[in-house]
T-cell receptor, first 114, second 116 residues
């Protein structure tokens, strides 16, 4: 069984550009969450989606947006990139968006902003 | 303001001995706690969890202890093995937060090094 898959694995952008990151959850998982992990820090919650609806949002600016598709895959978009957006972006899936549900993470997309 | 704190950035333990990783939290609304392990170039992998109605949970070599009054939890690994060398993250959530809408709150992690 495939785990959570993310693409691209690495990418380099310049300040002001826009980026789209993609995530496919584990088969049967209907909830997808996005986290940002800056070097030396733990993952920080960005969004949670369930059944194509946003169920939760962390403390991130409006430059960050996401959506979930009918097949439960998801995209994270970041506009007007800043140097500080350089990070590992992790996608995680779970059966439901319960706080007690274990999240299964993908390997992440490493974004470098120059 | 960090709500989940792991005050030891790194920990070195001899193979076969016990590894004890510590975590403190400040938000009294947290009632579910998890430990994740992360190898380089991989995503975090779930290890073990505990809800606030318990004070201990065991799974093989891994045991998590929760002290609610002290807002402290710890992960014990016995015996420690070379494959346990990784970064360990403590995370917390509210089980009934309207569908987990808050996400998980992670600590900064502790790099565990198991020496042969």
């Amino acid at each position: 069984d495939a785990g959570v898959t993310q693409s691209p694995t690495h990418l380099i952008k310049t300040r002001g550009q826009q980026v789209t990151l993609r995530c496919s959850p584990i088969s049967g998982h209907k909830s997808v969450s996005w986290y940002q992990q800056v070097l030396g820090q733990g993952p920080q919650f960005i969004f949670q989606y369930y059944e194509k609806e946003e169920r939760g949002r962390g403390n991130f600016p409006d430059r960050f947006s996401a959506r979930q598709f009918p097949n439960y895959s998801s995209e994270l978009n970041v506009n007007a990139l800043l140097l500080g957006d350089s990070a590992l972006y992790l996608c995680a899936s779970s059966l439901r968006p319960s706080g007690a549900n274990v999240l299964t993470f993908g390997a992440g997309s490493r974004l470098t902003v120059l | 303001d960090q709500q989940v704190k792991q005050n030891s950035p790194s920990l070195s333990v001899q193979e076969g001995r016990i590894s004890i990783l510590n975590c403190d939290y400040t938000n009294s609304m947290f009632d579910y706690f998890l430990w994740y392990k992360k190898y380089p170039a991989e995503g975090p992998t779930f290890l073990i969890s505990i809800s606030s109605i318990k004070d201990k949970n065991e799974d093989g070599r891994f045991t998590v202890f929760l002290n609610k009054s002290a807002k402290h939890l710890s992960l014990h690994i016995v015996p420690s093995q070379p494959g346990d060398s990784a970064v360990y993250f403590c995370a917390a959530s509210r089980m009934y937060s309207g569908g987990g809408a808050d996400g998980l709150t992670f600590g900064k992690g502790t790099h565990l090094i198991i020496q042969p």
